[in-house]
């Protein structure tokens, strides 16, 4: 199975400083994939001025997109890019921080949306994708997977080179724990 894995871009704010951190969120999500989905990532934010350094092949021979979104900014972008996957039959699955937090209107783009964490899930949605009985939602939101299912976040997939700051190679982002002690929303 193919799998296109995107971040959408997002308007950024005047005279924002432009830098390339590569992005966690797709690179913890590839993670969880089974190894019988071939991934590639395209991270739309990489750009220098107005040229993006990696663009969508709207075109590109894939089974299923799955669209990561941290944030609420990355919406807009990310409708556009369902929708004309969803027109071409392509299968459009959403996950990522503003997934969560706009289920219901994520919900009206996708044809599956993903809520919480996706270690040991994966694998399940892939065979549902395949079996033609994709779910619209897999809320997992107050079901954490068990910590030891969390596997090395899969760098691989970013174009190392593109990743610099004035000549500087970015560092990757890490995290060192997952959950919060407050038990709010």
């Not at 997002?10 to 797709?26: A, V, Y």
């Not at 993903?114 to 994709?134: K, N, P, S, T």
């Not at 593109?162 to 060192?176: I, K, P, T």
Request: aromatic share 8%; glycine share 6%; hydrophobic share 45%.
């Amino acid at each position: 199975m193919k799998m296109l894995l995107i971040y959408p871009r997002w308007p950024k704010l005047d005279r924002q400083t432009e830098f390339h951190l590569p992005p966690h969120g797709p690179v913890v999500f590839a993670a969880t994939l089974p190894a019988s989905v071939d991934v590639t990532f395209i991270d739309e934010n990489l750009q220098i001025i107005d040229e993006n350094l990696q663009t969508i092949d709207f075109d590109a021979n894939c089974d299923v997109v799955a669209l990561s979104t941290m944030l609420t900014a990355q919406l807009p972008r990310a409708f556009e890019i369902a929708a004309i996957f969803r027109k071409k039959g392509i299968k459009v699955i959403f996950g990522g921080i503003s997934t969560m937090l706009h289920s219901e209107e994520v919900r009206q783009h996708a044809d599956s949306i993903f809520l919480g964490e996706a270690e040991g899930r994966m694998e399940a949605v892939i065979e549902d994708l395949q079996a033609g009985r994709l779910k619209p939602v897999y809320d997992y939101m107050n079901n954490p997977p068990d910590i030891n299912l969390i596997g090395t976040a899969r760098r691989e997939i970013l174009d190392r080179p593109l990743y610099n700051y004035r000549g500087v190679q970015m560092l990757d982002l890490v995290h060192a724990s997952r959950g919060c002690k407050f038990d709010c929303f």
